[in-house]
């Protein structure tokens, strides 16, 4: 059974930098396409990133040139490279596999104070 963890949230300044890690159990995660979601708090889950099992990569318009979504494949791992933060970037974000809406991690809160 693949489990998600995630890991690195924290409270930062607006124009500060975070970079979140999201560790998968599992097999399977060489040829998954691993994606980050972000929840802003009465708002709907909405998709930040995500990148293949070839490496290709796309990104919401909203974060577009100050985010970064790599993966390194021989840790099982995901990572969300943030910078130029926003108030708005505020938001739980979690890491999904393969667009499966029954699998997601417990999330990790980003604070960006103004």
């Known amino acids: 059974q693949v489990q998600l963890v995630e890991s690195g949230g924290g409270l930062v300044e607006a124009g500060g930098f975070l970079r979140l890690s999201c560790a998968a159990s599992?097999?399977?995660?060489?040829?998954?396409?691993m994606a980050w979601y972000r929840q802003a708090p009465g708002k709907q889950r909405d998709l930040v990133a995500f990148?293949?099992?070839?490496?290709?990569?796309n990104y919401a318009n909203s974060v577009m040139g100050r985010f970064t979504i790599s993966r390194d494949n021989a840790k099982n791992t995901v990572y969300l490279q943030m910078s130029s933060l926003k108030p708005e970037d505020t938001a739980v974000y979690y890491c999904?596999?393969?667009?499966?809406?029954?699998?997601w991690g417990q999330g990790t809160q980003v604070t960006v104070s103004s």
């Open positions: 599992g097999t399977i995660f060489r040829t998954a396409t």
């Open positions: 999904n596999m393969n667009f499966d809406n029954s699998l």
């Open positions: 990148i293949t099992g070839g490496g290709g990569t």
